[in-house]
């Protein structure tokens, strides 16, 4: 993917100058061999810290290696104001952990004592107001301790995204979607850059690349992916006009940031001016790792973004749209074995997602714009959907949202999407998560969510959570299983 970060890791080991230092670089380099052989690339950190030059000594080094995402090992107890102070100084995604010891024969001269150290560590984190990632279980052996790395690196590249990410919007948040109208605040205290325009400036732009000689490639790219699938392909040659316009848009106006993505207007002026719908062009730019939500649904965007850098796989944003009739889910009991029909629901788009995450794509129309824009034509303007049933297997929905008062929450949840034929047009299929109705009515209605969630196709939850921690998100929902009531729910 394009559009999101490289993580580069790094390891350096700490020592407390009263505990053998060449104990915790003998279990750090056991880190290191474990990690190659998992097939995780880091970078050894020469320099043992064990007091503040040593910070600035393996400050240069982690610099000239170019490394991003560190890992503060302590390898003994360690030294609480020199570790915190190489994470506040390191100033890119930092995870703490520290050894286990290893063996019941050699607990005098080789007992470490980082179980204690690590308390220690705690308290000067809270003191420098850092917000490291520390797993659940943070002490372990080498091969424990590098079986934590690759979720920190996915944690690292949601951290890394976030902080030189820039999002482009055009046109007005739509009057009929107040919830995507949310307050951009929230976004700088992300460290997140934002540059709205308008319908006209995309308009003007468009219009500029009008026989583009980059046009027939981007088309033939179009048409290698449809396939069978190509049902219109003489919208194609538009739609690859306006992928070019955003390519280039985000290529002049990207600036400080590294990485970029859209909310744009996508209906109703939008097609009789443009002469299509967006749909499948958002779906290849999400494939890359820059989604582009509709109607002008920021934090949704964002949330996709999200998405994108921490599990490496394209997402898709969704509408939480209707239920599964009753009939269905009693005609697919098998496949729906182990959820109640309250479990289950459609998740539902016009067209936005990728080719790649959908069964037999198609180019189509987009029905609810055509019954608004063409009654009784044939389509014109309102072609350009990608449509499917979406393919089954793990999900996650989630959404990270900035509220009407300027603060910042988020949902999380974990799923299946079932391999039941939803028998209904768009992108869509039947999403399925433990007790999913009390978690609409408690989290979803009662904290006022908007209908669009983000979509990843596997099991992201605990990436999803713990990087919005560290980015000092504190209400973050999740679906409740039976017997653990939401605040403010009955319990009778």
């Known amino acids: 993917m394009l559009n999101i970060p490289d993580v580069k890791m790094g390891i350096v080991a700490l020592s407390r100058d009263c505990f053998p230092k060449t104990l915790s670089e003998r279990r750090r380099s056991a880190v290191v061999q474990a990690c190659r052989e998992k097939g995780i690339a880091i970078h050894e950190v020469n320099v043992t810290v064990e007091n503040e030059k040593d910070v600035l000594k393996a400050l240069d080094e982690l610099k000239t290696a ?5 890992v503060v090992y302590l390898g003994n107890f360690g030294p609480e104001g020199p570790e915190t102070l190489l994470a506040q100084k390191f100033g890119s995604p930092v995870m703490f952990v520290a ?39 943070p002490v372990g052996t080498a091969e424990e301790i590098a079986g934590m790395i690759p979720v920190f690196e996915d944690i690292a590249r949601v951290i890394l995204g976030i902080s030189s990410l820039k999002i482009f919007t055009f046109g ?52 290698r992916e449809l396939g069978n699938g190509n049902n219109y392909p003489s919208v194609l040659e538009r739609l690859a006009q306006f992928e070019l316009t955003l390519e280039d848009w985000a290529e002049a106006n990207t600036g400080a940031s590294r990485y970029a993505i859209f909310a744009n207007k996508c209906w109703p002026a939008f097609e009789p001016l443009f002469g299509f719908v967006p749909c499948y062009v958002n779906s290849r730019f999400a494939s890359r790792g ?13 949330s996709e973004y999200i998405i994108a850098c921490a599990t490496s796989m394209p997402p898709t944003l969704l509408d939480i749209n209707n239920t599964v009739p009753r009939d269905m889910y009693e005609s697919n009991r098998d496949e729906f074995a182990g959820y109640k029909n309250t479990d289950l629901f459609m998740g539902f788009h016009c067209g936005n997602t990728p080719a790649c995450c959908l069964k037999d794509a198609e180019m189509k129309y987009q029905l609810i714009m055509h019954r608004l824009l063409e009654p009784g034509k044939e389509p014109d303007l309102t072609r350009g959907t990608i449509e499917g049933t979406i393919r089954p ?21 974990q799923g299946d999407i079932i391999d039941v034929d939803p028998r209904s047009f768009g992108g869509i299929g039947i999403f399925a998560i433990k007790e999913m109705g009390r978690f609409y009515r408690y989290v979803l209605i009662e904290k006022r969510y908007p209908h669009h969630t983000a979509v990843a196709f596997k099991h992201a939850g605990k990436v999803l959570f713990e990087a919005v921690k560290m980015l000092g998100v504190e209400e973050i929902d999740f679906n409740r299983p039976e017997g653990f009531p939401y605040p403010g729910e009955n319990p009778f």
Not at 117 to 129: D, E, F, M, P, V
Request: charged share 25%.
């Open 393 to 413: 297997g793990e999900t996650t929905i989630f959404r990270l949202q900035g509220t009407a008062d300027c603060k910042l929450r988020s949902y999380v949840a």
């Open 172 to 223: 007005p948040r739509p009057q009929d979607f107040f919830a995507c109208n949310a307050p951009i605040k929230p976004l700088f205290d992300l460290g997140v850059e934002i540059m709205e325009n308008s319908e006209l400036d995309l308009f003007e732009s468009y219009n500029k690349h009008k026989n583009d000689p980059r046009i027939p490639g981007v088309v033939a790219d179009m048409a």
């Open 290 to 302: 820059m989604p582009i939500s509709c109607e002008v649904d920021i934090y949704g965007a964002l």
């Open 99 to 137: 050894a286990a010891e290893e063996t019941g024969d050699d607990l005098i001269g080789g007992r470490g004592d980082a179980y204690c150290g690590l308390l220690n560590a705690s308290y000067n984190i809270g003191l420098r107001k850092l917000r490291p990632y520390i797993p659940a279980y």
């Open 66 to 70: 170019n490394v991003n995402a560190l």
